[in-house]
């Protein structure tokens, strides 16, 4: 089976990473080694939608709101839940019609630093990407016309549409700036690994040290886990048996942040646990799959599978309560 120059890029290089990685390890050392990871201090906000605090609380609101829906019944909450690592715990999402859809819904974690949305990367930015679930039929579906009629019978929300956006008042344009400015907000807390980063060497188990060492080093997790967010925002090919319906066979890396929280796992949530991840690369994906895979098999024993979820676990966050807004009435 033939491939791209992109394919044939990874195929070639990905190994070569690998032992460049665990060389790295080695030669820099576990604390520069660290420093990649280590948590930014700013959130970053395109110069087109800055941060605004009443934008984003008003955002938060709207997220949490049925109203956003054709019949009122379910939120952006109810697919990407806090509770669930901003994600839902079924393997795929349940649209408004209590039907599943083709997909598990992907976390909203640190948004503000992902450069394409969706499993395959088809929207360029927040603002764009909210407008699929909201109208397509099978999720939400709403329209932006009839959100805008029902959110103007709301003094609530015209007070406050009309003061942070004067002249533009209600419209797609400022639900979905308002949307995106909470989203981006959505920031996962300090996970004991940070803690680690920044130097409290009882912060993590020795298991979890050798899982990082793993990670970084002979596994090759991190040549697409990269980042603070572990995440290079590329699109693999993952060696799933199942083919989406309208990507074929690439998805893009998510990030790892309270990945303990976001079971079931990959695009379609067809592995249950961390280890049944991990065990899937480590083999090089499903035997059955023919296709060109990106994915390099790496031996491993059950104890390094064991570190390296004990390090999986340390990216969790230690406090993360999230409160439920108070609606506007009718």
């Known amino acids: 089976m033939g491939f791209g120059l992109s394919e044939l890029t990874y195929r070639i290089f990905a190994p070569l990473t690998v032992v460049l990685a665990t060389a790295i390890f080695a030669i820099a050392g576990e604390s520069d080694l660290r420093d990649q990871f280590r948590r930014p201090t700013t959130i970053p906000f395109p110069a087109e939608a800055p941060y605004n605090r009443e934008v984003a609380t008003l955002g938060k609101m709207l997220f949490f709101d049925p109203r956003l829906s054709g019949e009122q019944n379910m939120s952006c909450v109810s697919c990407h839940n806090p509770s669930f690592g901003w994600e839902a715990p079924v393997a795929l999402s349940i649209g408004a019609m209590n039907q599943p859809l083709d997909r598990h819904a992907p976390t909203l974690y640190n948004m503000a630093w992902v450069s394409s949305f969706f499993w395959d990367g088809r929207a360029s930015t927040l603002e764009e990407q909210a407008i699929g679930p909201i109208t397509d039929e099978r999720e939400m579906g709403a329209t932006f016309d009839m959100i805008v009629a029902r959110l103007s019978l709301v003094e609530g929300y015209r007070d406050q549409f009309s003061r942070l956006f004067p002249g533009e008042g209600i419209s797609k344009g400022t639900i979905l700036r308002a949307i995106a400015t909470y989203e981006r907000t959505i920031v996962s807390g300090v996970a004991s690994f940070d803690r680690w980063v920044d130097g409290d060497e009882t912060a993590i188990s020795d298991s979890a040290r050798r899982g990082f060492e793993l990670f970084t080093g002979a596994a090759g997790c ?17 060696g799933l048996q199942r ?69 999986l676990n340390t990216l969790t966050e230690e406090t993360g309560d999230v409160r439920t807004p108070i609606l506007p009435a009718n």
């Not at 893009?252 to 961390?274: E, Q």
């Not at 031996?299 to 390296?308: C, K, V």
């Open 222 to 238: 991190s040549v697409c886990h990269s980042g603070w967010n572990f995440s290079d925002n590329q699109l693999y090919d993952t």
């Open 243 to 311: 083919r989406d319906i309208d990507n074929g066979v690439r998805f893009k890396t998510p990030g790892l942040r309270s990945i303990a929280l976001r079971a079931p796992y990959m695009h379609d949530g067809s592995l249950n646990t961390l280890q049944d991840v991990i065990q899937h690369y480590a083999s090089g994906g499903n035997p059955n799959v023919t296709r060109d895979v990106d994915v390099a098999p790496f031996p491993m024993t059950d104890t390094e599978l064991a570190d390296l979820v004990a390090f």
